[in-house]
């Protein structure tokens, strides 16, 4: 703040035509004089008798720039100002006095005023703040103006889109991101929930989401051109949904410098009905179970990770008995009724497969064989005492193996195969193990 020297020659600025300007002169002459100088470059030129007035005609009209004398009854320049720069932060007050007492010149610094003028009121200092003020007042307007467009087409987007910073803060939002969060402006999100990385998660948990490494979203950042999947968590939903996000650095000088564009696709409903479609090619629609090609799958994880694991193969004694008997209806009734009880029967961990027909597969994670052996002789005695449909006997016969180091997973299935078949013929409803 301070007053530029009387040797300067200016020249009013046309900017001046676009804004409104408050005088605020308790001295009627000056005022005046003053008041036929400013009209002939200012036509929105507002006038005010003293600190009161002014502040009506402030919240009434809402002046961009504001002259004012310090010394003034009722309510003085500095009081007056400190108020209208409390209600508007951005409007641009020069103070005129004839006095050059430092105490006023400390409070209007501490007010944050924009410049003073010592009367008499030279014409050349006073374009010269007058003209600095509008640039910054319309500068101020046409970044406003922008910000209002690109928050528009911000919140066109149906995607959560939001720009952040290297410190992934969030420094703008659009309304979609502010809808899903249950929020209204950004303050608040980052009041409710902090920055990006906290709702963020590569899981349905919410406890993932607490601390999430910035590492992802680092990535995310340097691959542009490319999405990758999340979730994000707001706080009233139990659970997140499912996003691919991308996102680019802005280009441009200033705050813009280090600044980044994200935008959230919701995929949900895909995820949702991709879920379901390998459920389904993965699930056994009678029993509700894993099928063939999930246990396949399975098997080539668990051979991939050099996994140890015992396996159980096992089918229904004289199935095809029951079902000539009794039908197929009743024949499924008691594969459905077999596959709920053997689930109860193992542990979360375990694998259940029905391979087709009254066929099953039991994958035990580094189960020894003997204790392999001792689960099998369990769902054997289990299948045994049930009481299945029709109150007929059913039981079970069992062959268990397990893998070797490098084997082939189908090798395992084989040899635990040829076992159950080795039960069999000794005599149906018991268990037999693979030697090696």
Excluded at 34 to 57: I, T
Excluded at 197 to 221: H, M, P
Excluded at 275 to 289: M, N, P, S, V
Aim: aromatic letters at 10%; charged letters at 30%; glycine letters at 6%.
């Amino acid at each position: 703040m301070g007053e530029f020297s009387k040797e300067e020659r200016v020249v009013p600025s046309e900017d001046l035509r676009k804004i409104k300007v408050l005088y605020v002169e308790d001295e009627e002459i000056i005022r005046e004089s003053l008041a036929a100088l400013l009209r002939r470059y200012v036509p929105h030129l507002l006038l005010a008798s003293n600190g009161q007035e002014g502040l009506e005609v402030f919240e009434r009209e809402h002046p961009e720039i504001v002259i004012s004398d310090i010394r003034m009854p009722k309510i003085d320049g500095l009081e007056m100002a400190r108020q209208m720069k409390e209600s508007l932060p951005d409007v641009q007050v020069i103070i005129t006095t004839a006095f050059g007492d430092s105490d006023y010149l400390l409070r209007a610094i501490e007010i944050g005023l924009n410049g003073y003028l010592i009367k008499p009121i030279n014409k050349n200092n006073l374009f010269k703040f007058l003209n600095e003020s509008a640039r910054h007042v319309l500068a101020q307007k046409a970044k406003e103006r922008f910000n209002r467009y690109t928050q528009q087409i911000l919140d066109f987007q149906q995607n959560l889109v939001v720009v952040i910073d290297e410190n992934f803060a969030i420094k703008r939002a659009n309304k979609s991101f502010l809808d899903y969060f249950d929020c209204t402006v950004v303050e608040e999100f980052v009041l409710t929930y902090g920055d990006l990385t906290k709702v963020i998660s590569l899981s349905y948990s919410r406890e993932e989401a607490k601390g999430f490494d910035k590492f992802f979203l680092e990535a995310v950042i340097g691959d542009v051109g490319h999405s990758h999947s999340l979730i994000l968590h707001s706080q009233g939903g139990e659970s997140g949904r499912f996003f691919t996000v991308s996102a680019s650095k802005l280009v441009g000088e200033g705050e813009w410098e280090s600044e980044y564009i994200v935008s959230f696709t919701d995929i949900t409903s895909f995820e949702k009905e991709n879920k379901k479609l390998q459920r389904q090619a993965t699930t056994d629609t009678l029993t509700g179970i894993d099928n063939r090609f999930r246990l396949q799958e399975i098997l080539e994880e668990w051979k991939a990770r050099d996994e140890s694991y015992g396996v159980i193969f096992f089918d229904i004694d004289h199935f095809k008995q029951i079902n000539d008997e009794y039908g197929h209806d009743k024949g499924d009734e008691i594969l459905v009724g077999l596959a709920r009880l053997i689930k109860t029967e193992l542990r979360d961990e375990d694998i259940f497969a029905r391979l087709g027909g009254e066929e099953f597969v039991v994958l035990l994670k580094g189960a020894s064989l003997p204790k392999a052996t001792e689960i099998a002789q369990r769902l054997r005695q289990a299948i045994e005492q049930h009481p299945f449909p029709m109150q007929r006997r059913v039981s079970c016969s069992f062959g268990v193996a397990k893998n070797q180091f490098r084997e082939e997973p189908e090798e395992t299935i084989k040899r635990a195969d040829l076992a159950m078949y080795l039960a069999k013929r000794a005599g149906r409803n018991r268990v037999e193990v693979d030697p090696r």
